[in-house]
């Protein structure tokens, strides 16, 4: 009888939570337990499907304890496996993550070239040795992008390889989207992944869901390993999804999974007020209440307001006063404050990015329709958001001028198929 475990973790996003270093000193040392479970299990090698990083060149401060840990891995003889997920991926320039691979903390197992719609493509793969694991993947991009990659890959020799057999992915599945999900997310199908895997390694969606592939295996995505917004905060704590990483034991070729939880189940207290036809002072008054009594057991607070105020603005509750009044620091208390408004005011307007974004394009589409076929149809509406994307890129702190728009005038060149600029 052959037994081994492995250890498979997503959407870390070490560096989220911009707004306060509570919350990402919170976030990080989730991930950091989560690590040390996977060595004290005794995991082979760990999965990482995606989003490590909140995006492709975190502060450093955030990425080296994590890369530190990750290290000790690697020194104890556990090996990582990383493919890119939606945050930590940018065409055609260097991240966190290519820098930790180049340095032997981990191996990047998916291709990262972008591929011309519709060609034809052979998944490659790796053997990890000590386990004679077969393991391939299809990094994630961002808007779905990349849901032409599975359609288009060819896994036969893949699937022809003798041995346990396991495919990384950051997408949604759509077979297996929650209810509240499925109206807003677009994701491949389960059909679009390469059949004849024991293990499908899943991403992207902070919601933890198992199932099968298409032809048997089985498929996981753990959830994020403690959560980027209130409504990931909010699952977990209603135990709708899980905060860590799942260990999976493979015995005579058969995996079982156990889910391990990894963020303190009170790091943060969720909390509303409802202020609806108070003036400000009275507001002021029991929205402190509420987070005094939330901050009692100590913790982090992440208050939700809302209601109509009966007289003046939401502007005149000293929020900062609420927040040292009751830790002494304005950052272990993040407020959402959205949904707060003064007298007679209107709420704002319920809009969907995805919606937006998609409208806006298909207008470029239409009006640069005279510049060529190349524009016309949903492949020229693919190529329109990669070329924003690419164009959109922000400038490297320390990156020059000239090189930030030969970059940009390069990536939108590649994308184009069109051959590099030589220089004179």
């Not at 997503?10 to 337990?33: I, M, N, Q, T, Y």
């Not at 996977?38 to 080296?64: I, K, M, N, Q």
Request: hydrophobic share 40%.
């Amino acid at each position: 009888m052959s037994r081994w475990v492995f250890a498979h973790l997503a959407d870390a996003h070490v560096g989220a939570w911009p707004r306060s270093a509570a919350f990402r000193g919170a976030l990080r040392e989730s991930v950091l337990k989560a690590l040390e479970v996977v060595e004290e299990r005794g995991a082979e090698f760990l999965l990482v499907s995606g989003d490590l990083f909140h995006t492709p060149v975190p502060d450093p401060a955030e990425v080296a304890p994590v890369a530190s840990a990750l290290k000790r891995l690697v020194d104890r003889g556990r090996r990582i496996y990383v493919i890119y997920g939606s945050h930590d991926y940018v065409a055609h320039r260097t991240s966190w993550l290519d820098v930790l691979a180049a340095a032997g903390v981990f191996v990047k197992v998916a291709p990262e070239a972008v591929r011309t719609e519709g060609t034809r493509w052979t998944l490659p793969f790796l053997v990890d040795a000590p386990t004679g694991a077969r393991i391939a993947g299809i990094s994630g991009r961002s808007h779905g992008l990349d849901r032409e990659y599975f359609r288009a890959v060819d896994a036969e020799a893949f699937r022809a390889e003798p041995g346990f057999k396991v495919f990384q992915f950051h997408a949604a599945v759509e077979d297996y989207l929650p209810p509240h999900l499925r109206e807003h997310i677009r994701g491949i199908r389960r059909a679009d992944l390469p059949a004849g895997c024991d293990y499908y390694a899943g991403g992207h969606i902070h919601y933890t869901y198992t199932g099968e592939g298409p032809e048997g295996g089985i498929l996981v995505n753990p959830g994020a390993v403690f959560g980027t917004s209130r409504t990931d905060l909010e699952n977990a704590a209603a135990g709708r999804t899980h905060q860590g990483v799942a260990i999976v034991t493979v015995e005579d070729g058969v995996p079982s999974v156990e889910l391990v939880d990894t963020a303190p189940p009170d790091a943060v207290r969720l909390v509303d007020v409802d202020v609806s036809g108070q003036s400000p002072g009275e507001a002021q008054e029991a929205i402190t209440r509420k987070v005094q009594e939330a901050s009692a057991a100590g913790g982090l607070v992440y208050p939700r307001l809302r209601g109509e105020l009966a007289s003046g603005s939401a502007a005149e509750i000293d929020l900062a006063a609420i927040a040292r009044s009751v830790s002494g620091s304005t950052d272990t208390v993040l407020w959402e404050t959205r949904d707060l408004v003064g007298p007679g005011a209107e709420g704002p307007a319920s809009v969907d990015e995805a919606d937006v974004e998609t409208a806006g394009v298909a207008a470029l589409v239409h009006a640069s329709r005279a510049s060529g076929p190349w524009l016309e149809g949903a492949g020229g509406e693919r190529l329109v958001r990669e070329l924003l994307r690419e164009l959109g890129v922000a400038k490297a702190d320390g990156e020059s001028r000239v090189d930030y728009e030969t970059a940009r005038i390069e990536g939108a060149r590649r994308l184009l198929g069109l051959r590099p600029e030589r220089g004179g």
